[in-house]
Structure formats: structure tokens, C-alpha cells
């Protein structure tokens, strides 16, 4: 008997990388039909991209009145989930990795199974949504996620599990993007504007970045901000921006740079997958005391623009005091099992869908 499963993908193309692992681990095996829902054909081309056998089945979804298609900006969650509402409720078990889905439930109804993949291991409030709660299994990548979502109430011990970071499967290989061997420095603001160094700083921040000596620079703000803001432009050589690529998603500037400059992003634990300095930016001076800056510790912290050539002169001097606590940091964020995170993630959801055979109703 085969069992079908299809994962949404009515978010922006950075989410991708967080299920379509599972998604191309589950189609290989026997008994299991996977489908990928998108109402972007650059979405389902970049999937393809990755699936040249033709395992996965691709459906294009109705696509409400937007902007043109885009890998970064897609039409309105809501408006997709309901224009598509039959199509998408067919499926007995569905894949997601964003909480929009969950309004699903309110339709009158509704039966499928939702597993949520909870993309990013970051440390910032913004990850936990009461909305978590309707899903009936949350995937995390390690155990710092399933104790905060038992902990805040968005999960039950037995329906939130740790999954790995399957990303790291896809992951860019390191790459040159300047003429010279000057190390590389990677600027990575958030989107988050009460968190955010660049919205408040970002005319300071930028000079302060091409008056540097020594240093190449990659500007790669999260592609939520480079919607947000006006382009940003400069013209110094030794500076390279990038407001939306698939560079700045498959972690071909996290692996390639020589020191990480953020705020709150979790691609910082993208890029510590390999440990390497790190300065975070305090630049609104506060309290880095709670869960939502934890990764501060991992690094120098700067609360002015003024300090980051200092700060850049003895990252890798510092860096050693480091390594330990960007280590154990991962551990807890990030499982990194022998085990790839595709392969235990299809896991979870292949046993899930097996023994769930009779769909609850919608709450």
C-alpha cells in the first residue's frame, strides 16, 4: 500500500533547504509517494535542480494575484492555503517548515496530519509562535529546540522530536569571491527591526565596512531584510553584497568566510558548523543576558561601530577561548549524529504517517 506525503513550499526558497533532504530521502524508498505543493515555478525548479531522477512530484499550485514569481518573495501564505484548500487537503499527512499551515485547522473539516519541520536553529523569541501548538509533530534540529518548545508549552514531550539539520546535507562548498587571499568577513543582519543592527546602524555599518584595510567583506543580510530596505550599494572592491541569491541560502557564505559579524541570525550556527571567530553586534546596548542571545557568548560582543577593527585585529587570538563554548553550543542546537538528519527525519515522518490511521478531526 502506498503511502502518500507532500510537503508545502508556500514559503521563500531559504526554507527549502530544511526539508527537501527528508522529502528526497522519503521518495527513494519503497511504498512512499511524495509530492512538493508550490505555487512558484522557481520554487519547483530549484527543487528539481536537486532532483534529477525525477523522484518527487512537483504540483503547481493556484497562485493568488502577487508580484511576479520569485525564489524570494512569494504570495500571501493564507490566500494560497485557501485558494488551494482541496488540492492541499487531499494529502493525509503534510510537510511544513512554516506556521502559516496551521490555519488550516480552522477550516471546517479538516483531517490531514501537520508535521512541522522548525527551520533554523537560531535563539531569538520569534522562533517560539503559540501557532507551534497545532501541529501534531514538530521536528527540531537538536535539543536546545525540544526543550524550549516543551518548556514554553508548544510541544508535548511526545510529539516534538530532534531531527538533525539536514541543510548541512546541501550545504555550498567553501568558495573564492575576491581576487586577493585577504580574509573574509561575513556580515549578516537580521530581519527582526527590533533586533536588527542594520536598520537602526546601517548607514554606519557600511562605512565602517569599506573603510576596512585588510579585510574582504560579503554583505548577505537575511532575505527578509533585503526586502524590508533599500538596496544596498557600495562600491568599494573589497566589498561584495548580495540582497538575494542562492548563494546567500545555501550556505556558500557561511562556509566561506574567515570570521562571522551578525546580530541574532541563526546562520551563525550555520557557520559554526566548522568553529571560527565570531563578532555580535550590541550596537542598541541590551540585556544579553536572556535565551534570545545565548549565542553571544560564543564570540566577542561589540557595542559600538567604532570597536570592529579592534575586534577583527584579535578574532583569531581570542578564537581558542572560544572553541569549547562554540562546540557545546552546536551540540545542543544542532544534533550531528553519524545518522544523516535526511535519513532520521524520513524516518520520523514515514513512522508517523504508518501509524496515524485514523486523522484526528480539526480542532
Known amino acids: 500500500m502506498t503511502t502518500d506525503i507532500a510537503f508545502l513550499a508556500i514559503a521563500e526558497a531559504q526554507q527549502l533547504y530544511h526539508w527537501l533532504p527528508a522529502a528526497l530521502e522519503l521518495a527513494r524508498r519503497p511504498d512512499m509517494r511524495v509530492s512538493i505543493l508550490s505555487p512558484s515555478d522557481q520554487i519547483l525548479d530549484l527543487v528539481a535542480s536537486y532532483d ?6 512537483r504540483v503547481r499550485l493556484r497562485r493568488p494575484p502577487s508580484r511576479p514569481d520569485s525564489l524570494f518573495r512569494q504570495p500571501s501564505r493564507l490566500a494560497t492555503l485557501l485558494l488551494n484548500y482541496c488540492t492541499i487537503a487531499r494529502f493525509p499527512t503534510l510537510v511544513t517548515t ?34 507551534h501548538r497545532d501541529f501534531d509533530l514538530t521536528l527540531v534540529a537538536g535539543e536546545k529546540d525540544r526543550r524550549r518548545m516543551i518548556d514554553r508549552g508548544l510541544c508535548a514531550p511526545d510529539n516534538v522530536a530532534v531531527g538533525g539539520y539536514p541543510k548541512f546535507e546541501l550545504k555550498a562548498p567553501r568558495q573564492r569571491y575576491f581576487y586577493n587571499d585577504d580574509p573574509v568577513l561575513l556580515y549578516n543582519p537580521h530581519f527582526d527591526p527590533a533586533l536588527s543592527s542594520w536598520i537602526n546602524h546601517g ?5 565602517a565596512l569599506e573603510a576596512l584595510e585588510g579585510w574582504n567583506v560579503i554583505i548577505a543580510p537575511h532575505t527578509k531584510l533585503a526586502r524590508k530596505v533599500p538596496p544596498i550599494i557600495s562600491s568599494a572592491p573589497h566589498i561584495r553584497v548580495d540582497m538575494g541569491s542562492r548563494h546567500s541560502i545555501d550556505m556558500s557564505y557561511t562556509m566561506s568566510a574567515d570570521v562571522y559579524l551578525g546580530d541574532v541570525s541563526s546562520q551563525v550556527y550555520e557557520y559554526l558548523l566548522h568553529p571560527r571567530p565570531c ?3 550590541n550596537l542598541d546596548h541590551r ?3 536572556t535565551d534570545a542571545f545565548a549565542h553571544w557568548r560564543l564570540g566577542q560582543v561589540i557595542d559600538s561601530v567604532d570597536a570592529l577593527p579592534a575586534a577583527l585585529a584579535q578574532a583569531n587570538i581570542l578564537q581558542p577561548g572560544f572553541v569549547a563554548l562554540q562546540e557545546a553550543a552546536m551540540q545542543q542546537s544542532i544534533d550531528l549524529s553519524p545518522i544523516p538528519a535526511s535519513v532520521r527525519q524520513a524516518d520520523l515522518i514515514q513512522n508517523f504517517a504508518l501509524t496515524q490511521n485514523s486523522p484526528k478531526s480539526a480542532a
Open 203 to 207: 548607514p554606519a555599518m557600511l562605512a
Open 287 to 289: 540585556d544579553g543576558s
Open 52 to 57: 534529477p531522477a525525477g523522484y518527487l512530484a
Open 98 to 131: 512554516e506556521i502559516s499551515s496551521a490555519w488550516l485547522r480552522r477550516v471546517p473539516g479538516f483531517r490531514s496530519r501537520l508535521i512541522l519541520i522548525k527551520h533554523g536553529a537560531g535563539d531569538r523569541e520569534g522562533g517560539y509562535k503559540k501557532r
Open 279 to 281: 563578532i555580535f553586534l
